[in-house]
């Protein structure tokens, strides 16, 4: 199984699937739900070690588009939204994915983080699947208190390289703002300041939450308390799984 996922087919786009995947008989498709900072990446980097699941995130496909060199205006305007903590329209959402819909056929299952984020995106969703053949497993609902959820925000800290997730105090690396696993400077996302916090909170209330009684009332919604540390909200996590009848998969 990989330990370390490279996404090149997510983050490039097109439709050629990443041929360093190790394929499973009963690959797990499922979403991640949650406030920002409530830990779905964090948990995203677990499952996939354990389930071999592909980590799809749309916000790691906006921060990258950042480091190229040429912007089309739509793009431009994606990063700024996302460094002031709106959402990015649902428009360049919805043709990026479409774009990287190949990935919901990667060999390992995939996890997708931070998409959908509104009715329309999930719409959206249950298209590109139905038109696939692919029948999501379940939505993984994580929830916790505001305070907590803006402690780790604040507290965050990211690889420039390898993109691992840290927390000053409740995952610091060992060495202060040195990743632990590449040696480079640790930094701060754009958006980890209280007034992007405070945006994203009321974007995530306005548009996102309206999705749990989405997928609750088609029955696909999975709840996850997520405190504790990340090892526990994965066994939590896991257990739930295997405790629907998506455990005839494994
Ligand atoms: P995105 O990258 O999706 O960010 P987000 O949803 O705001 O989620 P985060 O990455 O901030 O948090 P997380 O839940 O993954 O937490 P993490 O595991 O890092 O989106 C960014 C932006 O892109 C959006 O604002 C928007 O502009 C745009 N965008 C992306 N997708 C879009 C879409 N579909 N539509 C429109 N716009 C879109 O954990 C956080 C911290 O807590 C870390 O420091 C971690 O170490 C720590 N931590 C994690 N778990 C624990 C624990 N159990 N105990 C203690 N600390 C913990």
Known sequence: MRLKAERTAWFEGGGELCSDVEPREHPYWLV???????GKGTQAELLQKELGTCHLSTGDVFR????????????RAAIEAMRRGELVSDGLVVSMVTE???????????????????????????????????????????ELPLTEIVDRLC????????KHVYHITARPPQVEGVCDLCGI???????????PIRVRMDAYEESTRPLVDYYRQTGRLLPILASGTPEEILERTVEILHSRAVAAKV
Not at 32 to 38: D, I, K, Q, R, S
Not at 64 to 75: D, F, I, N, V
Not at 117 to 134: N, P, V, W
Not at 185 to 195: G, S
């Open 32 to 38: 991640m739900l949650g406030p920002p900072g409530v």
């Open 64 to 75: 990258a588009a950042q480091c190229q060199t040429e912007h089309s205006p739509a793009l």
């Open 100 to 142: 990287r819909s190949g990935c919901f056929n990667c060999h390992g299952g995939f996890l997708l983080d931070g998409f959908p984020r509104t009715t329309t995106q999930a719409e959206s969703l249950d298209y590109m699947l139905e038109h696939q053949g692919i029948k999501l497993d379940g939505v993984l609902s994580y």
């Open 155 to 162: 507290g965050r800290r990211i690889c420039s390289k390898c």
């Open 185 to 195: 400077a640790l930094f701060q996302r754009d958006d980890d300041h209280p007034e």
